[in-house]
């Protein structure tokens, strides 16, 4: 992965003095206060930034997939939905590469949802978590929504987490059982749920996003994420993301077939109510 990658995490703020997050950071904003500080108010999004890219080779912590990695840290609290909606274009629109949404519900928002094509038409990925009632077809926004990434949860053996939602709808799915990340206020924490498996997907799709050639669309990063999946059983529709498998085998080969060689460098910019939970 390359440092230009950026990771959003929109979520309940995130701790700005964690020592596995601190150097990882670029400039975010609180959507519910407005005034520049997007400092966690929960812990859960500093759970869910270091899922997706707590600092690594530091001999400190935990390892994110993200690796190099930087994450816009975006405060939307208890995830109202003119929240979320603001939160969407802040990072489109502020240099965001990848959004990463561990919240939702099962209202349908459609100013959700123009928020969503408006950041994906900008180049950028969006995952949101499936839910944890362990429901079968039942959609969770904004995972439910057009080209939003639904990530599920899975366990230590790869079977589905019992809590996870499931069906065609759902993507693909990352581990969300027994796993350790960042704690608000410092030191580390358990922390699960398909909250942390969709941060954990995206920094595996960041991986992607740093080896793939300059120019590369969101849309084939994403294809590239789900070839790399390992079958898992038919709970989820692509599989369980492997790191490994995504990462520099299929860019290599965009890489190859763009005519780049070598390590990718540096990359162009990107050319109301209702109320979420967090899951």
Not at 100 to 124: H, K, L, P, T, W
Not at 182 to 193: C, E, I, L, P, V
Not at 237 to 252: F, I, L
């Amino acid at each position: 992965g390359v440092d230009t990658t950026i990771i959003a995490i929109l979520d309940s703020g995130c701790d700005m003095d964690h020592e596995d997050l601190m150097d990882k950071y670029v400039p975010g904003e609180d959507m519910i206060d407005l005034d520049g500080d997007p400092d966690d108010g929960n812990g859960h999004g500093t759970g869910s930034a270091g899922m997706a890219a707590a600092d690594t080779d530091n001999a400190k912590g935990v390892a994110g997939p993200g690796f190099n990695s930087l994450i816009m840290p975006i405060r939307v609290g208890d995830a109202f939905i003119t929240a979320s909606v603001e939160g969407i274009l802040y990072a489109a629109d502020n240099g965001a590469d990848i959004i990463s949404m561990s919240y939702g519900g099962g209202f349908a928002s459609q100013a959700e949802q123009d928020a969503v094509n408006y950041a994906y038409s900008r180049g950028v990925i969006l995952g949101a978590s499936a839910g944890n009632s362990g429901l079968k077809d039942v959609k969770f926004y904004p995972a439910g929504h057009n080209n939003v990434v639904s990530v599920g949860a899975s366990d230590d053996f790869d079977n589905r987490a019992d809590f996870s939602n499931y069906g065609d709808w759902v993507m693909i799915a990352a581990p969300g059982v027994n796993t350790l990340t960042t704690a608000n206020g410092g030191g580390y924490g358990g922390f699960g749920g398909t909250s942390a498996a969709c941060p954990a997907a995206m920094g595996v799709t960041a991986l992607v996003h740093g080896f793939a050639p300059a120019g590369t669309s969101n849309t084939q990063i994403i294809q590239w994420v789900k070839e790399g999946c390992e079958d898992i059983g038919d709970w989820v529709k692509e599989g369980r993301v492997d790191a490994g498998a995504a990462a520099p085998q299929r860019a290599q080969r965009g890489r190859l077939e763009a005519g780049q060689f070598g390590m990718p460098g540096e990359r162009d910019e990107h050319a109301q109510q209702g109320n979420h939970d967090t899951v």
